[in-house]
Every structure is written in structure tokens, then in C-alpha cells.
């Protein structure tokens, strides 16, 4: 019996493989007529349509429809790279990686899309870029109205159902729903920049970003503004931009319930919360919260100030510090407090100052119950839990944990009354002598 079954299982996949000349498909699907040259293809198809994942991993909760499927997801748990380039010596999991990456090697890109002139290594990218012509969207979430050109847009986007994230970065404690994200975090870390300029000697840490540069140099502004006429380099520049017009703030702190109209500024904003600093010094140990601040920082060590006041002599790391400057000049004071007359010439001033009409104390102590209206106010007061005291008298080995605390303890090594030349050794001594005079 052993022979006969050897014998029809060879008759079998003979069948099976005449239908790849023939391109017959006799199996179909009975719930949306797509068909097929083999059963089995069949059978795994009918999953997508019961949602069956019989292929269980051992190591975490996935399934998968496909035992094949199972066997790849195994090795982002193993790290096994079975199939080795030989031009190279890169390794890939996947077998479809490999032959991809040879591409790269033979530069060959024989797959041609026939409504425009664009060439693609492999057939399955020319299919993905085939439907930026029909707008195919074949990829359908079951929890919401989106869809996707692929599927593992698809993959990513079903994170944000789940919470999902399963790529975690190695040298901090940040995860990211997709690699791609991931990668590029990592060069927050490194400091890498692979993406090079041929115009300039700018290089980037992310594609876009160069891409976005590269309207810098040839000043092209496709996206406008249907409101104003105002024309942006990025499509992402125009819908922040539109935010203006419509009042549209639409991203959320979860933590205080403050609005946003742009991504970036509720990132930036979350820092407050969390404390991350993710922008290091490479000079010092300083580090922020946010690129600008760690620019600026970098010109203190530097002793760069551009911006040069044209009444003075005074110069800045940069343009805002200027045009707050200039108003010592003028007496400029355009932020005005509706509860009263005070005005100032920095909103940030209005801002504090506004503090003393609601009491509003937002930047609170993770170590007790205070509250500050200023980041400066807790920054000394978290020096009450620390016991840090930055202050250090030059005289003496004495330290302060607040400036004015040194200065006048200064005052007990000097003796100066700063009135006249009369010398007194102590401070309490000095505050009587002034109180005599």
C-alpha cells in the first residue's frame, strides 16, 4: 500500500504543477469566488473568511493561518537567518528577503507598471504600486472603516486597536508598534544620519526628511492653502497649517486633558509628564526635552551668538531672544492681561502672571503634595528631596541649593556693605548695620 500512496501523492503534485503551464484552477472559493490550482491553497484561504488561526506560537499569544506563516514568526523569537547572500555576506529570515535583496546587487528591475514608467525589482512591489493608479484598498479593518494598500499596513494599524508593542528598543524603555519606528528611534541614540543630500552636505536621520530638504533646494511649493494662498513644500505643512483656519486641535494629552493641533507639540508636551529627555549633549551631561533646546544649548559651548542687536552690543544663540530684546529698546510690551493693566513684552510673563488671577499651579512635585506655577519654583524645591546644592562657594567649602543663598553668603567673606566702605564680618551684622544707616 506504502508504493500505491507514494505513487498518487507523486501523481499529485505532478497535477498540481502541470496547472502552473496551464493556469487551470479548479478549486474555488464558494464565498467570494476566488480559485485555485491546489486544495490546500483553498483550505488556507477559507480561513480568512472563519478567522481560523490553527498555527499556534508556543512563545507568545500569536496564530496563524498558516503553518508556514508559524514557522517564520518563530524566528523573530530565535533570530535565525537561514539564507546568507553570497555577494555579501547578509542574512535574512525569509527566503522572498533574500531574492529581493539580490536586486540590489544586480540593480535588474524587470517588472514594468504600464501606466507610467516606473520599473520595480520584484512582482509583488509593482501589484503594491499598481494601486496608487486604481486606489485599491484591499486590506479592510474588521474594527473600523479603514483600509489599506498593504497588509502590513494593515499589521501597524491594528496596534492601535490593541496597544500593541512589540519592538522594543534596547538601550531605553521605549516600544514601537512597527520596526520601521523603531530604527529610526534607534538613531536618536547613535546619532546616525544615512540619508545624504547630493546638493549640500546635510545628511538626515529619517527619508522624509530628506525628501522635505530637497524642496528647499529646488523651492517647490505644490500643496496650497484654498483659504489664504499660502503654499507649503509637504502636504503635512498644509493640513497643520489649515488647523489655523478651523480652530482644530485634535490631539489629546490622555494625562491633562490639554489640546493640540499638531502631533509634535502633544509629543513635546508629554515630556513634561514623563521627564524624558531624549536630546543628548555630546559635550556635556546636559539633556532636553526637544531638539531646539539642545541646539541652543550646544552654542553655550561653543560661545556662537548669531543674531546680533543692531542698538547694542549685545548678541544671542537666537532669533526670539532678539525680538525680545529689541523691545528693552522700543518698550514694546504686545501681551496684554485682560484682568488687569499689566502688560508684558514675553507671553511667557502674561502666562505666569496670569497664574496670580486663577492660582493655577500646573507643574506639580512627583515626590510630595506642592504644586508650582513655574518649572524654575520646582526645580529648587525637588532640591529639598535631592539635598543637591549646585551653589558652591569659592571661599569656602560651603554649598547652597539656591543662588541667592550664596550671594549672600558671599557677602560674610567680602564684608562689603555695598553702600559704603564700612567692613562687617556677618551677614546678621551686616543687615543691622544697614538698619542704622
Not at 85 to 108: D, Q, R, V, W
Amino acid at each position: 500500500m506504502r508504493p500505491m500512496r507514494q505513487g498518487v501523492s507523486k501523481q499529485t503534485s505532478l497535477t498540481d504543477h502541470l496547472r502552473t503551464h496551464t493556469g487551470e484552477k479548479p478549486h474555488k472559493c464558494n464565498q467570494c469566488d476566488k480559485e485555485f490550482s491546489r486544495r490546500n491553497c483553498l483550505t488556507d484561504h477559507l480561513r480568512i473568511h472563519t478567522e481560523e488561526k490553527p498555527h499556534k506560537c508556543n512563545q507568545c499569544n500569536k496564530a496563524f493561518l498558516r503553518n508556514t506563516h508559524l514557522i517564520w514568526h518563530l524566528r523573530t523569537h530565535t533570530g535565525e537567518k537561514p539564507y546568507t547572500c553570497k555577494l555579501c555576506n547578509k542574512s535574512f529570515p525569509y527566503i522572498a528577503s533574500l531574492k529581493s535583496h539580490m536586486l540590489i546587487h544586480t540593480g535588474e528591475k524587470t517588472h514594468q507598471c504600464n501606466q507610467c514608467n516606473k520599473a520595480f525589482s520584484c512582482k509583488g512591489s509593482l501589484l503594491r504600486h499598481r494601486r496608487t493608479h486604481t486606489g485599491e484598498k484591499p486590506y479592510q479593518c474588521n474594527r473600523c472603516d479603514k483600509a489599506f494598500t498593504e497588509s502590513n499596513g494593515l499589521t501597524y494599524h491594528m496596534r492601535t486597536h490593541t496597544g500593541e508593542k512589540p519592538h522594543q528598543c534596547d538601550q531605553c524603555d521605549k516600544a514601537f508598534s512597527s520596526k520601521g519606528h523603531l530604527i529610526m528611534h534607534l538613531r536618536t541614540h547613535t546619532g546616525e544620519k544615512p540619508y545624504q543630500c547630493k546638493l549640500c552636505d546635510k545628511s538626515f536621520s529619517h527619508k522624509n526628511s530628506l525628501k522635505s530638504h530637497m524642496l528647499i533646494h529646488t523651492g517647490e511649493k505644490p500643496h496650497q492653502c484654498t483659504q489664504c494662498g499660502n503654499s507649503f513644500s509637504r502636504n503635512n505643512d498644509l493640513m497643520k497649517h489649515l488647523r489655523i483656519h478651523t480652530g482644530e486641535k485634535p490631539f489629546q494629552c490622555n494625562q491633562c486633558g490639554k489640546v493640540f493641533s499638531d502631533t509634535s507639540h502633544l509629543i513635546q508636551h508629554m515630556r513634561i509628564h514623563t521627564g524624558e529627555k531624549t536630546f543628548h549633549c555630546n559635550q556635556c551631561d546636559k539633556a532636553f526635552s526637544h531638539k531646539p533646546g539642545l541646539t541652543m544649548h550646544i552654542m553655550t559651548h561653543n560661545g556662537e551668538k548669531p543674531y546680533q542687536c543692531n542698538l547694542c552690543d549685545n548678541a544671542f544663540l537666537h532669533t526670539t531672544g532678539l525680538k525680545i530684546h529689541m523691545r528693552t529698546h522700543t518698550g514694546e510690551k504686545p501681551y496684554q492681561c485682560n484682568l488687569c493693566e499689566r502688560a508684558f513684552s514675553v507671553n511667557s510673563h502674561l502666562k505666569m502672571h496670569l497664574m496670580t488671577h486663577t492660582g493655577e499651579k500646573p507643574i506639580q512635585c512627583n515626590h510630595c503634595d506642592k504644586a508650582f506655577a513655574r518649572r524654575s519654583y520646582l526645580t529648587n524645591h525637588l532640591r529639598i528631596h535631592t539635598g543637591e546644592k549646585p551653589y558652591q562657594c569659592r571661599h569656602c567649602d560651603k554649598a547652597f541649593s539656591l543662588k541667592p543663598n550664596l550671594t549672600n553668603h558671599l557677602k560674610t567673606h567680602t564684608g562689603k556693605t555695598q553702600i559704603c566702605a564700612t567692613n562687617v564680618t556677618r551677614l546678621a551684622c551686616i543687615n543691622t548695620f544697614l538698619q542704622t544707616i
